[in-house]
């Protein structure tokens, strides 16, 4: 199943399919290690839901929901 990485709830696991942004942002988070096929992990959302935490390549990441809307992610 497909699902934007902002609709993923916390503890949820997946794997870059696609990600469609502005070019801006686009490069923002390839250059972040979110390219297809690289396995992430939703680990903590802020109180007021904005950002979010994920964990990939080892790292932890925080966006916005804004950003993480344009990352398609595939669940099991």
Same mark, same amino acid.
């Given at each position: 199943m497909?699902v =934007?990485? @902002?609709?993923l709830?916390?503890? @949820?696991?997946?794997? %870059?399919?696609?990600?469609? $942004?502005? /070019? +801006?942002? *686009? *490069? =923002?988070?390839?250059?972040?290690?979110?390219?297809?096929g690289?396995?992430v992990k939703?680990? =903590?959302? $802020?109180p007021?839901? @904005?950002p979010?935490?994920? !964990?990939?390549?080892? !790292?932890?990441? /925080?966006? +916005?929901r804004?950003? $993480? /809307?344009? %990352?398609?992610?595939?669940v *099991?």
């Amino acid at each position: 199943m497909l699902v =934007r990485l @902002d609709q993923l709830k916390v503890g @949820d696991e997946g794997k %870059v399919v696609e990600v469609n $942004a502005p /070019s +801006r942002i *686009k *490069k =923002r988070l390839l250059g972040l290690g979110l390219v297809p096929g690289e396995k992430v992990k939703l680990e =903590r959302i $802020a109180p007021l839901g @904005d950002p979010i935490e994920i !964990f990939v390549k080892g !790292f932890h990441l /925080s966006l +916005r929901r804004e950003e $993480a /809307s344009g %990352v398609m992610v595939e669940v *099991k």
